[in-house]
């Protein structure tokens, strides 16, 4: 199972055909494990890394670090859950620290995300203070660096 | 600018005033060259080839290694060492002996750190070696062992080993070659270029033989941590054979290291130190800053290695199956990361097939004749290369046999 999680996770594109011949298990075992899995919620999508600064498309991205006051008998799932139905907020974590919740969020340009913090999450009740910091530039996302990959300098031939 | 006139023989370049060809000894004159050689030399004038024919990792040396290597740099580490090595790494390869093979060596005087496998290897020969000595050499084997015991004054006997026995070298096969000239014995599992291993039994009756016989084994695992099917068995740790025995190891295929020269040799007080001896007039010590590198790879390199080791694995079923799917022979190689399948079905020799292959189809492997006479008829096809670069070489392979 951790096997084939595994190769899912560096490349999704990989058939089952070849996977099964991979980790030792035939092509239909082991397209009912991935099924399996799927339907389990373990492998919850197959996703690619786009370096859009390349694809000549402007995204603007933010981390926004919240205060969060706690309403009585609700913890911090449900305000994180609220935030979350944004299509704008890409990511939100429940983080130690100073802060409560970290998000990312993704716009078309500063301003987009500056109204996009001020009208949509500072309004919201329970938060009581933002935190927003501009991304410059990411050299690496979800294990993967977006500048030039090292290749090994090998001969062509060695014994 | 060499580049350009690669081509062009030095002595159309500078006039010469003398032969220089005739001080070459003729020990060195009679030692062929590698086969390897050749096919390096074809494959430099293409472009787009994929490459099979690689003996090290496709893996870069994992980044807290290199790490250690550059902060070693900036601390001002540029010194020599002592002869044997930092004391520090001895210390570390003892402990993995213990914890590995259940072996115990003295870090301080029974554990040499050598600047790659071969030096330990060619030091070993020459520390054990008297003019005349047999050293009988398992075949296919890597292409080194040959020309060093030669080299060394001593004569290589070679021993053939088939497929039909896995490519193992079976206790009777060198009870068979023993003569009274017979001093060594070389092992080299996991195998380069089969991918064999052999079995702890197997390796018990070998033990007896060179038991009964008075020999010296020297033991190149250096492809240990690459088994996929159970784990390895370090020749020292069977009984009796720890002083009889100069295990050589090193960090090039176990941390993707190549390149950093780094191996180390262990044995009884007595062979080690014959063997520094040789290797403090010559190499003096090892590279400190690889040194510092290995130093991290034993303490915190353990995951890395497991991660690639895993890696290897995958590949190593992919490409079997796929040879044997296309009709290539292969047969399950349990170590190292090289496929050896057979292509006597193609009547072509290894070195034809390697030839054509890659001017037609352009996929360079290694004619299996490169290591020993029993490897004709065979390729070795490395897949220490990308998954992407496999599936592609495969589909080009199988394009090449179904036009023969």
Known sequence: ?159 | MFCLRKNVPNALLYPRDCTPGKFVAARVKSIPPSGIRKFFDLVQEMDDVISLGVGEPDFVTPWHIREACIYSLEKGYTSYTSNFGLLELRELISKCFGRDYNVDYNPRNEILVTTGVSEAADIAFRAIIDPGDEVIVPEPCYVSYKPSVYLAGGEPVPVSTDQENAFRVTAEQIEKSITKKTKALVLSYPNNPTGAVMRKGDLEEIADVVNENDLVVISDEVYGKLTYNGTHTCFSSLPRMRDRTIVLNGFSKSHAMTGLRLGYAAGSEELIGAMTKIHQYSMLCAPITAQMGAIEALKNGDGEMQKMVREYDRRRRLVVSGLNKMGLDCFEPEGAFYAFPSIRSTGLTSEEFAGRLLKEQKVAVVPGSVFGDCGEGYLRCSYATSHEELIEALARIKAFIEKL
């Open chain 1, 1 to 159: 199972m951790k096997e084939i999680l595994e190769i899912l996770e560096s490349d999704p594109r990989i058939g089952p055909k070849e996977i099964g011949t991979m980790v030792g298990i035939t092509e239909k075992e082991a397209a009912s494990k991935i099924k399996e899995m799927e339907k389990k919620g373990i492998i919850r999508k197959y996703k690619t890394v786009i370096d859009w600064e390349k694809a000549g498309e402007e995204y603007v991205y933010a981390i926004i670090e919240l205060k969060v006051a706690l309403r009585e008998r609700t913890g911090y799932d449900a305000i994180a859950e609220r935030i979350a139905k944004f299509p704008e907020v890409r990511s939100v974590r429940l983080i130690s620290g100073d802060h409560d919740l970290s998000l990312t969020v993704r716009g078309k340009s500063m301003k987009d995300v500056a109204f996009f913090v001020a009208e949509k999450i500072a309004t919201l009740e329970q938060v009581q203070g933002t935190v927003t910091h501009f991304v410059l530039r990411t050299y690496k996302e979800d294990g993967d660096v977006l500048f030039e990959k090292e290749r090994s300098e090998r001969l062509a031939v060695s014994p």
